[in-house]
């Protein structure tokens, strides 16, 4: 996860592993949905729009090979 500089990020739960993938219905994506990572932060899963819904949209997520 990245944040702009100078955000900030206390109390705010790192990022880690990728747990499974979920189907995002979505209007304004090519056939209606997009496919998001599930990804395990403070001790329970989360989308990236859960995340960012949390802690601000400030949060970008990128998925890496570890």
């Known amino acids: 996860m990245s944040v ?3 955000t900030d990020t206390a109390g ?3 990022g880690g592993a ?3 993938w ?3 219905a979505d209007e304004t994506a090519p056939g209606g949905a997009r496919v ?3 990804f395990l932060a403070g001790g329970r ?3 990236p729009d859960q995340y960012r ?3 601000g949209q400030g949060f970008t997520m990128a ?3 570890g």
């Open 4 to 6: 702009p500089y100078g």
């Open 12 to 14: 705010t739960p790192p």
């Open 18 to 20: 990728v747990a499974g």
């Open 22 to 24: 979920v189907l995002v």
């Open 36 to 38: 998001e990572p599930v």
């Open 45 to 47: 899963a989360w989308t």
């Open 53 to 55: 819904g949390a802690y």
């Open 63 to 65: 998925v890496v090979r």
